[in-house]
């Protein structure tokens, strides 16, 4: 293709104008990214090369690229990499790749701990002062903890719990642990290779201490011995009603997992799964934040609502029931019978914060496990 060396600048212009004729949005990002990433030099300092030459050889490499972008292929399938706040992460075809909208979610997640790791500390100090032999009970607390959950440090700190759902690379769990260092994340996942990929990020970021990966939908790989554990649950789930796949861009639609894209015919399966099961699992004031699609921010408060609303009982044909304690038989019962008021009233979700991207879109809900009556603030 080149018979003779060619200046980076020159090669940019020939792949933008390439990249124009096959309607590639961004074509000159796109170029620089891609040349860059041959080079191995960073973006920022690719302006002060560019009266510098590249061999036929990169040249080459750097046009196959730019070939395979024309056809849709997503770029960070090419350069197999991804900024996620201050990470960059490895990444391959067949894994979702993270947006910069999930950034918004992350950042949340990272105050509301790094707040209740004030909190901690708080509460640490209030019990020195009242006199309470700490040291003495952080070992009880230890011993129960260890044979709970294992999710404590060597120096006998406790660790606050987060469950990241549908992982994915490992964007949102790697971005925590990273920013908060009393935290330990469970992350889950169906997909094999996305785990395989989380897996590499974490031992390429030096925090695979921090995080421990399971293969499975939602919670069912989580140990029965987690619920009412977490902290806090995050998830960016398949949020796309299926009849809105056509309409997707072809590098989304045509590359990207569509397992990871898909959330059912109206888009909003998994927020019911998450929400109502989440219940189980969070800590009473715990905090689940999710990711929202375009115009699905009312639909997500119903959900909550009707989860807020619904009676919680057992049917017919279950056999036991639990009073004070106590696990009895039932041998016949002609109505369901409703759980202990005050446990199911601790059950409840309120909305705490609505909160837009960018684009003045709701993008991120944030609930909270609480018994209170719902309250609501946007920005």
């Not at 994915?168 to 785990?195: M, R």
Request: glycine share 4%; aromatic share 8%.
């Amino acid at each position: 293709m080149l018979k003779e060396t060619i200046s980076i600048q020159s090669a940019i212009k020939k792949a933008i104008n390439f990249l124009k004729e096959k309607n590639i949005e961004s074509p000159r990002i796109t170029s620089e990214i891609l040349i860059s990433h041959i080079l191995s030099i960073p973006k920022t300092k690719l302006y002060l090369k560019l009266d510098d030459f590249i061999s036929k050889d990169e040249f080459e490499k750097f046009w196959s690229l730019v070939v395979a972008r024309s056809n849709n292929i997503p770029i960070q399938y090419l350069t197999q990499e991804v900024s996620f706040l201050d990470l960059k992460l490895f990444i391959k075809e067949g894994v979702f790749i993270p947006r910069p909208e999930t950034e918004i979610l992350a950042q949340k997640a990272i105050s509301i701990l790094k707040n209740m790791s004030i909190n901690e500390d708080i509460k640490a100090n209030e019990n020195i002062k009242v006199g309470i032999n700490t040291k003495a009970r952080k070992n009880i607390n230890l011993n129960k903890n260890i044979r709970k959950n294992n999710y404590l440090t060597s120096s006998n700190e406790k660790k606050l719990l987060v469950l990241d759902i549908g992982t994915g690379c490992g964007a949102i769990g790697l971005a925590i642990v990273n920013k908060i260092s009393n935290c330990f994340v469970y992350a889950t996942d169906i997909n094999e290779k996305a785990l395989e990929i989380a897996k590499s990020n974490a031992v390429n970021l030096n925090l695979s201490d921090r995080i421990k990966l399971l293969k499975g939908n939602l919670f069912e790989p989580l140990p029965s011995n987690l619920k009412l554990s977490f902290d806090l649950i995050i998830s960016n789930p398949p949020y796309v009603p299926i009849s809105k796949f056509k309409e997707l861009q072809p590098e989304i639609r045509e590359y990207e997992p569509e397992n990871a894209l898909l959330g059912g015919e109206d888009g909003l399966f998994y927020y019911r799964e998450i929400i109502s099961k989440s219940l189980n699992f969070l800590k009473k004031n715990g905090y689940l934040l999710l990711e929202i699609g375009y115009n699905q921010s009312e639909k997500i408060r119903k959900i909550v609502e009707d989860i807020n609303t619904k009676p919680q009982f057992l049917s017919n044909n279950q056999k036991c029931r639990e009073i004070k304690g106590i696990v009895q038989d039932i041998k016949s019962q002609s109505q369901p019978f409703f759980k202990n008021k005050k446990h199911e009233k601790n059950k409840r979700y309120k909305i705490i914060e609505i909160i837009k991207d960018l684009s003045e879109i709701d993008r991120v809900i944030v609930l909270k496990k609480s018994d209170k009556k719902s309250t609501l603030k946007i920005k």
